[in-house]
């Protein structure tokens, strides 16, 4: 095993080693960084927090880079989002987001007089949402999960919504309402589980039936959020929105750890209580720190410019021409589902050794690495999800590097 390469330095897209070598991030370094290294706006912002208040606990006492992040995210989140709950990352959104929708049912029988008969959670197949065990129970059981499957609580794991399956599945949650606490999804684009698509048409559809059955939904924007997708959350597509969100990586620009967990009146209410036992006891030490939610409004700062929304549209846009000519070129049928999202590209390399642990990933990083180039596929699926400040040089030398991975595998990939 090859030892990891130390990184000294990064500025914009460019990432650079103890060598002076220089690499093209073209994963924003696993998809938080969206501005660009070492933002200087950002990098400012952080400096004028730390010497003023670098944490507090968040027990009885605020402090105005929470508050104010919380307002501006409110105004900003599609649907009717009324109260915002700051955790430390991805998979601890995700998990205050399932102990929210369980203890809401909890709550439900205990105060209002309801029995207790709601507690199926529902996920899709192919779901990546955390490695913490409450998000590792409601994804996909794989090479990520694998250890830990005998201490994983059960969930009930559907197709995404297609044409042919909407209406088994809409059946599924309407038959099966008295019995479902929730249903968690990644909007458009499941990331982990190998940059799969599904439409919002459909997904929309299937909310429909879910609000109708009293399903409380739960949208895991973590990666899709702030601008992935081409608008500012994947939720911006759809009719039908949740009841609760989860954010986090591209957050805080990617320079600081930071979740959020945001949901709405109907949610908040069903913990107000003067009996405690309804509260709900979860924090962090590090819940709502001062210098991540600088971080965070600086980062809002720059998405609300109008030059990251050209940079966003171009950067589509670019994807979207060379996709186009992607698939015009004839690469002996070595790749397949070529697909795009927003920002994010992807094929995949046709081989028998399919899946994440497939060597293709380990040969085309080693690859990419001899041309200055940072890629990491996700076995035999090759992406890109490159910071919104990509230069068009540099994005130019993307799409010629991936030109060359199609043209490496046109005899055949191992």
């Not at 959104?93 to 909890?106: G, I, P, S, T």
């Not at 962090?284 to 001062?290: E, L």
Request: net charge neutral; proline share 3%.
């Amino acid at each position: 095993m090859k030892p990891p390469v130390g990184i000294v330095s990064a500025s914009g897209a460019l990432l650079e080693d103890e060598k002076g070598n220089h690499y093209i991030d073209a994963v924003s370094s696993w998809w938080v960084n969206i501005h660009g290294h070492a933002h200087p706006y950002i990098a400012e912002k952080i400096y004028e927090q730390a010497l003023k208040l670098e944490h507090v606990i968040f027990t009885g006492f605020t402090h105005e880079p929470a508050v104010r992040l919380a307002e501006r995210l409110l105004q900003m989140l599609p649907g009717n989002f009324s109260r915002i709950f700051y955790s430390d990352n991805g998979s601890t959104a995700v998990e205050v987001a399932l102990k929210m929708a369980l203890q809401f049912w909890r709550n439900q029988s205990k105060f209002q007089g309801q029995r207790l008969t709601r507690t199926k959670i529902v996920a899709f197949k192919n779901a990546y949402h955390g490695d913490t065990f409450g998000a590792m129970s409601v994804s996909e059981r794989g090479v990520f999960t694998k250890p830990f499957h005998d201490y994983l609580f059960d969930v009930v794991f559907i197709d995404t919504p297609t044409k042919g399956n909407i209406s088994t599945l809409k059946e599924y949650f309407t038959s099966n309402a008295g019995e479902i606490a929730c249903f968690i999804y990644e909007p458009l684009l499941q990331a982990a589980g190998g940059m799969l698509i599904h439409e919002a048409a459909w997904l929309d559809e299937l909310l429909k039936a879910a609000h109708s059955s009293q399903i409380i939904c739960i949208a895991d924007e973590v990666l899709t959020g702030f601008g992935r997708t081409g608008k500012w959350f994947a939720s911006d597509f759809l009719r039908q929105q949740a009841e609760i969100i989860c954010l986090s990586k591209g957050i805080t620009g990617g320079t600081m750890a930071l979740g959020v967990t945001a949901c709405n009146s109907k949610i908040f209410e069903a913990f107000l209580s003067d009996d405690r036992e309804g509260s709900f006891f979860h924090g962090h030490s590090f819940t709502a720190n001062p210098l991540a939610c600088a971080a965070a409004n600086a980062s809002l700062d720059l998405l609300e410019k109008e030059s990251c929304r050209k940079q966003l549209e171009n950067l589509v846009e670019s994807n979207r021409a060379f996709m186009k000519k992607l698939r015009h070129q004839n690469f002996s049928g070595s790749i397949e589902n070529l697909r795009m999202c927003g920002t994010v590209l992807a094929f995949d390399i046709k081989s028998q050794n399919s899946g994440y642990l497939s060597g293709i990933a380990k040969q085309i990083t080693e690859f990419s690495f001899q041309k200055g180039i940072y890629l990491r596929p996700l076995g035999n699926t090759v992406y890109i999800m490159p910071p919104y400040c990509i230069t068009e040089v540099q994005l130019g030398s993307l799409y010629n590097h991936l030109m060359e991975i199609c043209t490496m595998f046109s005899g055949g990939a191992k």
